[in-house]
Nanobody, 125 residues
Framework: QVELVESGGDSVQAGGSLRLSCTAS????????MGWFRQAPGKEREGVAT????????YYADSVKGRFTLAHDHGKNTLYLQMNNILPEDTAMYYC??????????????????WGQGTQVTVSS
């Protein structure tokens, strides 16, 4: 069992920045597939960014490419989502997800077993 704890959500103005954090409760020698998802009111949950923690390649939704960046700190067992030039349409509850290997980084939420409780991002124009 892996517990994920997110933090960093806040209310910001459009054009601002935030950094979301997701800390896993235990280390995995083989790493995890981890991702950030978001769900806005009245909309389905969508993938934002994902990666395998043992590799440096990250994958992003088209809507956030060039604005959001994933980073992983192995020592802190934490996945970060750096959000720059935030837009009002980025307003959503953001969730961290993880899956143990064998896995592949994916934007499909059903491929992840472990989920955090969510952190709210609200963007005003």
């Amino acid at each position: 069992q892996v517990e994920l704890v997110e933090s960093g959500g806040d209310s910001v103005q459009a054009g601002g920045s935030l950094r979301l954090s997701c800390t896993a409760s235990r280390h995995s020698y083989n790493g995890y597939c981890m991702g950030w998802f978001r769900q806005a009111p009245g909309k389905e949950r969508e993938g934002v960014a994902t990666r395998y923690t043992g590799e440096s390649t990250s994958y992003y939704a088209d809507s956030v490419k060039g604005r959001f960046t994933l980073a992983h700190d192995h020592g802190k067992n934490t996945l970060y989502l750096q959000m720059n030039n935030i837009l009002p349409e980025d307003t959503a509850m953001y969730y961290c997800a993880a899956e143990t290997p064998p896995c592949r980084p994916t934007m499909t939420d059903t491929k992840y077993t472990f989920w955090g409780q969510g952190t709210q991002v609200t963007v005003s124009s």
